[in-house]
């Protein structure tokens, strides 16, 4: 595959309104349109075509740590489809890619479909506020739409620490100074430590990973900051749980009280495919870290959550099911999607009839 040709599908990006496109060898390339995988209407990918891609768009330290460590993940800038994330990874002893295309500008809520209270969750002076949901859900979209929003409203210094970064933001009202890993940073823990020395009112942790990166995230909001960052998990109960459950012992008891102190909300967030299956709908979950939460949390009873979510509806919480059973009235998604991402079907059945 030439150069000419790998910059003709990133240039039909647009016209076939992709988030995603596949280099898979033995098949044509492949754009993910709504969800769907779509094949292009060309040859089949061969590996030989694959590696002369790689190699073009790689520099030499990129390439050496590829064959070192067998993946990669970099960012670039295409002049038609904009900031562009590449993961190379290797099979049968090839090497892969797949490209997620990052847009050219910061949507609305309205068009992003998010609830209107996780405004006022970015606007908090201080704390924990995470954005959770499984790969492909749209969790960077939502962190990089917290981040300009704080960048449009309030005169502070953001910094993010990213993996790559999708999303370059302009300085509004704040300075935002973005980080990237093996480019600026060397890891998410080091960068960690070091950005408390930068003076930052807001950090965003483009993923939290491991008990040391949960650790300071959790610090770093205990002593003034405000902290976004995403984790993959596919609830509010899950993400909590994860992170109560990296530590253990003395450490675990000392988590739950930063956690309880510290904690603002968390979104959890999926993308479904609509009706009309012309684009994705957004379902999500929404927990508000009131006293009830607090003490929730202390007591690790977070068994009683679904219990919280529900009664917290006047206080802007959302329970999945709830949302998943609104989307299905305005009939924005189909009643079998509804019930197959419920976490409890019988309650769509039940609210149905």
């Known amino acids: 595959m030439s150069t000419s040709h790998i910059d003709r599908l990133l240039s039909a990006v647009n016209d076939h309104d992709a988030s995603d496109l596949h280099l898979v060898a033995g098949v044509p390339p492949a754009f993910r349109v709504n969800g769907e995988i779509i094949l292009a209407n060309v040859d089949a990918l061969t590996a ?75 606007r908090r002076p201080n704390g924990l506020v995470l954005v959770t949901g499984p790969t492909g859900a749209g969790k960077t979209t939502t962190l990089n739409y917290l981040v300009d929003l704080i960048n449009g409203e309030r005169r502070c210094k953001i910094v993010t620490i990213e993996d790559p970064i999708e999303f370059v933001h302009e300085n509004k009202r704040a300075i935002v100074v973005q980080q990237e890993v093996l480019t600026d940073v060397r890891s998410f823990n080091r960068a960690l430590i070091h950005v408390l020395r930068q003076d930052p009112d807001v950090i965003v942790v ?69 009706t009309d299956r012309s684009r994705r ?38 329970l999945m099911d709830n949302c998943l059973f609104d989307l299905y009235c305005k009939c924005l998604i189909s009643y079998d999607t509804a019930v197959s991402r419920a976490r409890n079907p019988e309650s769509i059945l039940r609210d149905r009839k």
């Open 206 to 274: 483009g993923e939290m990973r491991d008990y040391e990166a949960i650790a300071t995230a959790l610090t770093a909001a205990e002593t003034g900051h405000l902290v976004l960052a995403t984790m993959h998990s596919p609830s509010v109960s899950h993400a909590l749980e994860r992170i109560i459950g990296v530590f253990e012992g003395n450490a675990q008891r000392q988590i739950i009280m930063q956690l309880a102190n510290s904690l603002q909300g968390i979104i959890a967030q999926d993308l479904l495919t609509a």
């Open 48 to 122: 030989e075509e694959l590696t002369a891609v790689a190699e073009g768009l790689l520099n030499e330290q990129q390439r050496k740590k590829l064959e070192q460590e067998w993946e990669l993940c970099i960012s670039m800038h295409h002049r038609v489809a904009g900031r562009v994330r590449v993961t190379f990874y290797r099979r049968n002893g090839h090497t892969e890619m797949s490209l997620r295309f990052c847009g050219h500008r910061i949507s609305s809520r309205e068009d992003l479909g998010l609830p209107e209270n996780i405004d006022e969750l970015a």
């Open 281 to 318: 709908v957004l379902a999500c979950e929404m927990l508000i870290a009131n006293g009830a939460v607090r003490n929730m949390i202390r007591e690790n009873q977070l068994h009683q959550l679904e219990n919280v979510l529900q009664m917290g509806r006047k206080e802007g919480m959302l």
